[in-house]
């Protein structure tokens, strides 16, 4: 009987995008095993268990196929021995489904008790099929196409092999100079979690188990995204106030929605190591939240608690981050995992081994709830079928043409005339470069592909329009070199006459009806160990800007990365958000720039108008001078060049008549917002309307707007909605730091319904005793 479920779970598996859809009949034949049943399966195994064989489920290696990354050995630990000793339980970075069987068939041919292993990866924004990076999917503010997206990376995933993506990362970041800004959604907790759920839902599907799906690993716990100065894995100190309030929001809302794993951040929390920080692991994960799955190490994040001051050596190491509540340890194989050194732990009385048995068993609970005891092995064959399925794609195009963000359009020079357009000047290396266009945390080996903006244009306009292109700048070179170059070789882009190109740019910009550049961040200058202490264009592309705008030519600037660019005073005729838009990134650039697609993504965090100003966020305190928080700064305005929120759109869209249900509330009671929203110009279009509120007084100070809720809605023009918003009490209570707990405040409170964060349509309640 339960042979025959998981045989048809993988055939399931390979209907790809079938299963997008956790409707689908034949989905919903497929039972889910309980966690009941996972928990009396592993169980029982665990009695069968000796301390070495525990102890192994409790390693995870890399296997980086013997390359050498960051002149690191990664090849310390024969791992196919390892496997056959029991002394491994989990694997990543293996997507070749032929390796992952190869690794599999030892796990479960050469060992006693033929316990699968589990496969991870980081399938952050795809894996053959490339959606948006991340921040660009948050921007969409659509949770809908968040899922989608997701549902399609984990149908890739599971189609090669893979069982459990390290992702969605959640990490809320007020400081663009940090390279991960990219991978997470922004400096919002409302929004954040929003896309929390909306990524383990398209990664889990129905649940932990269901066919075409992974097991979600919602990361990094927590407060990554704060480190000093922006600079990537350096400490991090965040009070109660900010952690409860901001930074673990979209945790909470990720294991809501079932999330099956954590992984732990690497820097030191409030002076304790994320990887040993039984607050962080136990008390909140555990104790206060019930979370069941499994929590897994950054990688080395356990052997650097030793470098990191918070053990002698990796045996203490070991013993720290699992009495903390750590499960797994993700290691590079430049030497045995410090795991196994709990069985000489264990030996001489230092751990009772009973401590292994919770971690053990929750690994086991997860191989059995995703059915690896009764098929461990992928069907390769099949793999190339889902990986190469086109609805994928189109998922993508759909996914990057509602990640886009329309920042100026001056005149309303986009949408581009087809009618009148006879020529285009593109500029810039990004955009012929296909794999710049897929953003980092994207894998050569996996064969992902992209259609460059240049391509995109092409192919659109081609036959009607004249494209000449020319890339006008060379790139700067790195100056410490990243560690991700060694797994991920940057792009090349062509060595040239930097003087004469730029020259030649220049003279297509003069002859062409209008200019399209595409500025940014190369692929490897965002992601992990990329940050950066500045936000202008890298290399020469502002002087290439400003000589563009400077010839009185019509100009359209794409942006690609997922920085606030400082743009100085260039001010092009009109600048489109692109992000790392994925593999169809060019083919929805292209529609979006003729109006086939009509921008409607709004930013999700506040554009600062240069490093200096971060970190940043739209929902600060008030201070003791209010009418001041503009002037901060002895040369500079305090606020952002554009507000979180903001997003234009080639139609226009006003908001009226704003009411809340009742005047006056008490504590627990919910309240309804209602207001007219009107599309006012001449095309359809999307709007994201938003509604922010501002407690005026309390036991505590409190921000002076927040994001409560937010809707994407489609718009005729002329038409006219009216639209509510509940705000229950969950939504008007915040973490006190006076009680030490939530609490819900008597108070007036402002709210305004807009489409940005400065939003100026109002009305008020107030809650009573
Ligand atoms: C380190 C990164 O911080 C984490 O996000 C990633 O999942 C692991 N490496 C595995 O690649």
Redesign the pocket.
Known sequence: MRTSRFALALALSAAGFAMLNPVTPSAKEVPLMTPEEARTRADGLLARMTLEEKVGQLVQYFDFGGATVAGADTTGVDLDAAVAKSEVGSM??VTDPARINQLQRVAVTKTRLKIPLLFGF?VIHGLRTIMPVPIGVAASWDPDIAEKGQAVAAAEARAVGLHWT?AP?VDITLDPRWGRMVEGAGEDPVLGAAMATAQVRGFQGSGIGAPGHVIAGP??FVGYGASLGGRDYDEVDLSENQLRNTYLPPFKAAIDAGAGNI?SA?MGLNGVPAAANRWLLTDVLRKEWGFKGFVVS??NGVNSLEPQGMAADQKQAAVRALQAGMDLA?SVPSGPSPMLSLIEAVRKGELDEHALDEPVRRLLEAKFRMGLFENPYVDPAKAAKVLDDPEHRRVARLAAERSAVLLANAGGLLPLDRKTLKSIAVLGPLADSGQDTLGPWVFPANGPKAVSILEGLRAKLGKAVKIDYATGVTWPTRKNRSFFDDINKPASHPEIDEKAEFAKALELVRASDVTVMVLGEPQNMEG?AASRSDLSLPGRQQNLLEAAIATGKPVVVVLMGARPFNLAEARPGALLEAWYPGSEGGTAVANLLVGDAVPGGKLPFSWIRSAAQAPYTYAYLPSHQPAGANSRYWNEDNLPTWPFGFGLSYTSFAYSDVKADRVTLKPGEAVTVSFTLTNTGKREGDEVAQLYIHQRTGTSSRPVRQLKKFARVMLQPGESRRMQFTLNADDLRYWSEVTKSWIQDVSTFDVWVGGNSQADATTRFTVVE
Request: hydrophobic share 55%; aromatic share 24%; charged share 30%.
């Open positions: 990543l970075f980081d390290f990362m990361k990094h992984m690497y950054d990688a993700m992990e």
